[in-house]
Nanobody, 125 residues
């Protein structure tokens, strides 16, 4: 069974930092690109960042320069380090996987596997 489980969310103040973790099981990192996504209340899912099978990192304009994606293959985990948090970053954050190139993963905000429960990030002003 394929699982991508996001965790690490919390309540933060504006300007704070937070690191999310995505534990991946059932798939190989050399087959799929792993992405981070979010969905704010009343809005559609948004692609944020993606790490490719080759290890390259990609970002949406909304988070470039503030968020950093990384991976620890030994732990089957992909991280999203978030900095300079803003109230607009408040959302449920998910991780997903796709064989599509990272640019498409971010634009389409699609995963070919189930999303899982996600992790809530709330940023207060």
């Amino acid at each position: 069974e394929v699982q991508l489980q996001a965790s690490g969310g919390g309540l933060m103040q504006t300007g704070g930092s937070l690191r999310l973790s995505c534990v991946v099981s059932g798939i190989s990192f050399d087959t799929y690109n792993i992405g981070w996504f979010r969905q704010a209340p009343g809005k559609g899912r948004e692609g944020l960042s993606c790490i490719s099978k080759e290890g390259g990192s990609h970002y949406a304009n909304a988070v470039r320069g503030r968020f950093t994606i990384s991976s620890d293959y030994a732990k089957n985990t992909v991280y999203l380090q978030m900095g300079d948090l803003k109230p607009d970053d408040t959302a449920v954050y998910y991780c997903g996987a796709s064989p599509s190139i990272c640019e498409a993963v971010i634009v389409t905000a699609r995963s070919i596997f189930n999303w899982g429960q996600g992790t809530q990030v709330t940023v207060s002003s």
